[in-house]
């Protein structure tokens, strides 16, 4: 089965600041609620190894899913894809510059090999959508300290 959502928000950041923030690979997996512990391989045209821990009945053990972003188009632009043995994952990234900042589209898609893994996505899709957001507001207001 596979879920497919899109969310968006605006941000009073410049649009080159939150695309460091999204295209960050560290802030990215850390600001994944179910990223447990993510390894960076940048060997392997960057791809990094995200070890999730979902909370579903017939996933008993850490996931690990390999992603990799497969097109940019700095800063306005990106897409990652990921592959796992119960899952395959693709997410966008689109912003655009507004009168006080910056607006950011997400668009998920999620397709599950094991029953429970989209709706365990959909239903938790936007705490992690407020993760990102956050995670903006921090790294601007860090900047802005400096």
Do not use: C, Q
């Amino acid at each position: 089965m596979t879920v497919k959502v899109e969310r968006a928000f605006d941000v009073d950041a410049p649009i080159a600041e939150v695309w460091d923030v999204l295209t960050d690979e560290t802030i990215r997996a850390e600001t994944i609620s179910v990223v447990k512990e993510f390894e960076l391989r940048p060997d392997t045209d960057n791809e990094v190894i995200w070890y999730l821990s979902l909370p579903i009945p017939l996933v008993d053990s850490t996931i690990a899913v390999r992603t990799r972003d497969v097109d940019r188009d700095p800063p306005r632009y990106v897409r990652f894809a990921g592959t796992s043995k119960v899952m395959t994952v693709t997410g966008e990234h689109t912003l655009s510059e507004t009168e006080s900042g910056s607006h950011v589209v997400n668009r998920f898609v999620v397709d599950g090999k094991l029953p429970g893994i989209e709706r365990f996505f959909k239903r938790n899709i936007d705490t992690e959508i407020e993760n990102f957001r956050r995670a903006i507001v921090d790294r601007v207001d860090t900047v802005e300290e400096r």
